[in-house]
């Protein structure tokens, strides 16, 4: 399955890759190097310690690179009253009787310990393109669910402190 980027994360995805090809590959390259002047590499940890760093770096630049590669492109801009991409939405759950805050985002910039939901979860897909006032009913992977009521959205459209998730 592609991945749903949206411009603004291709860009922050191609902005990784740059420092980790330019940046965290030649410290990686360095340390290995550095480890195996010290000797016998069957008992140095160190080399191994390193050579495994360098790899995962690789293997992380390899990820992204085809990520963006099998990517498919979406529009994260949204009517005014509407909950889109990027947006903020106060939420009021009603077998809860509490009010919470998320963000909906991409999958790739999920992040659920800070309320940034994902439009392929169960919640995000339940409040994407709703308006405020709108009660809606959140269906789980195990076909129960409960229902919300979107307080407010917040149009925010400002994703610079978003990281793309590690995972």
Do not use: W
Not at 20 to 41: F, P, Q, T
Not at 101 to 117: E, Q
Not at 127 to 146: C, H, M, N, P, Q
């Amino acid at each position: 399955m592609a991945n749903e980027l949206t411009k603004s994360d291709i860009k922050k995805i191609e902005e990784e890759i740059e420092y980790r090809k330019l940046v965290v590959r030649k410290e990686a390259i360095e340390a290995v190097k550095e480890a195996r002047a010290h000797g016998d590499l069957s008992e140095n940890f160190e080399y191994h310690a390193a050579k495994k760093d360098k790899n995962q770096n690789e293997s992380r630049i390899r990820y992204l690179e085809r990520m963006i590669k099998t990517a498919t492109v979406i529009d994260d801009s949204s009517k005014e009253d509407e909950m889109g991409i990027n947006n903020t939405a106060e939420i009021y759950f009603e077998d809860d009787n509490e009010v919470d805050t998320f963000r909906l985002v991409t999958s790739v910039r999920c992040d659920v310990l800070h309320n940034l939901i994902s439009i392929e979860s169960p919640l995000g897909k339940a409040i994407l393109g709703k308006k405020e006032g709108d009660r809606v009913f959140v269906e789980s992977e195990t076909g129960e669910g409960y229902y919300i009521v979107i307080k407010k959205i917040i149009n925010t459209n400002d994703d610079s402190n978003d990281q793309i998730s590690k995972y």
